[in-house]
């Protein structure tokens, strides 16, 4: 299994526990209304996914990223779609959107070498 | 006509006919990448248009949103799937993506009453 | 009656009542989420609007800064205090944010007028 | 003198004046810090009002762009250079800092009217 | 004592001085209006600090939370008034703030331990 | 050569192939935009380089600032003009660009060894 992956899901399963542990119920609820969001509606849980990764990319976070390209490869989007997705993230938002491209491209790889 | 509408189409067609009258290659090739980007590929331009709509919205770009919502509707997305859009900005970008969602309703109830 | 103040929560009630009355469970509970947060808890509403002030003039949202604005005033926020809160903005967020300080100013003296 | 030009100003000084009457010394200093960034220095004047408009650019921020606009033409900015600014800014920042660049150049030919 | 809070310390601390030890005015005086900034005034500094505090964590800056969560213990937050902090953060700001919550709460918990 | 540039480059390249070896045009397009944008035009070279370098910091892309500070390097600009692209940032995109300038600062001068 990937080691950028596994280091990604480790963490953030191990700080996702501390915050529902604290009493804070703002924060649970928005753990929740996230979960929520990306359910099948008028829309698929694939496009919302895919939806999620492009906001994720213009807003330039690596961990988001990181979480949506996992969901994306679990709901079967392929990887020319994924690279669209890239493509209108990356003319939304710029050059400034190539950095985090990369990362997100080394992810897909390990993600989808994990599958096999 | 809708009065928001009607302006925003005006003054867009007018400002990107001074913009591509200057001399400047690479705001040229902006544009024409811009076109590109939404056209029929492994993603459907439907796809790719609410893509762009939902990376409009975390950015809280207006005028972004006006466009690609006449480019939703054109290209048949539903009122529903549309307020999926706007949900999956809303919770991905915050509180602070509300007042470009009331202006998006706005915008977008002109635009199906202009269609009628 | 400030005429700002008036229709800018004139266009929010219309709006928020268009958004509400839509089949959206997600965008609901944004609202309510929303509604939540700024509950009296281990840090008073009062502090609590003044986070919210600050973090929306630094993502530069007008129509979010007068919303806190007006709730800081109903929480007696006094003048000092809020341009307290605006240098903080200022110095974390840069001169970008001087242009929605000076819309944030026009807006608290209408407040405070309507108030009298 | 053009109308965009005459109220941008007037409403920038009317509201400044307020916020320096204000007490609060940090928003002063911010003040002056701002006039002294511009100031010539290792690099001109010219360069660094460019280096302020690039940035307001792909921040974003319409009256940010319209104040670096002014003290560029003063500077001798010429047309052609203005738009090297504008394509720089639209491909870092991406096609969302294309309607800033439409009020931008709206903005670039009525303060030339306005100086003729 | 922690080693995340050690080394974010000790590498501000170098780069600091090498900033400061730079000829330029600019930045110098930049340094010192953030030091300014946090002071006690109409509100006090631990008020200030948990604006700075919420205005870094939407604005999505992992150094400049670490920076004033340390301020924040020093001032005497408790831990579930920070919390709050990032209650209204992560609201304002959307999920896309989840991430760096993670690591917020854990730089919180290593600076809790240090102090002990 | 310096660590911090060494590895910086060989990610870019290596990952820059991968996205070019895919058959996404749109990509490709977005990359040669990047390169033609910064060709010598109205403006030098140089100048470009120092206001994608602006555009950057305000932006707050670690990667970004990097490669112009290379480009910056390769095209003759000197550290007290660096500085003063810096202070710009600084200024216009407030202390949340600090911890981006501290990071650039140290591979300036990385840059600079490596270049003896």
Redesign the interface.
């Known amino acids: 299994m990937g080691k950028l992956v596994e280091e990604s899901n480790a963490?953030?399963a191990k700080?996702?526990e501390?915050?529902l542990a604290?009493?804070?119920?703002?924060?649970k609820?928005?753990?929740s209304?996230?979960t929520?969001?990306?359910k099948e509606?008028?829309?698929s849980s694939k496009?919302?996914e895919?939806?999620?990764l492009?906001?994720?990319?213009?807003?330039?976070?690596?961990?988001?990223i990181k979480y949506h390209l996992e969901k994306c490869l679990e709901l079967g989007v392929?990887?020319?779609?994924i690279?669209?997705?890239?493509?209108?993230?990356?003319?939304?938002?710029?050059?400034?959107?190539?950095?985090h491209?990369?990362?997100a491209?080394?992810y897909w790889?390990e993600l989808n070498e994990k599958n096999i």
């Not at 604290?22 to 924060?27: A, R």
């Not at 392929?78 to 779609?81: G, K, Q, T």
């Open positions: 963490y953030r700080m996702n501390k915050i604290s009493d804070n119920k703002i924060l609820r928005v753990y209304l996230d929520l969001t990306y509606g008028a829309l496009v919302k895919m939806l999620g492009a906001a994720s990319m213009v807003l330039r976070c690596d961990d988001c392929a990887s020319d779609e690279f669209e997705v890239f493509s209108v993230a990356n003319v939304v938002g710029g050059t400034i959107v190539i950095p491209t990369r990362k491209v080394e790889e």
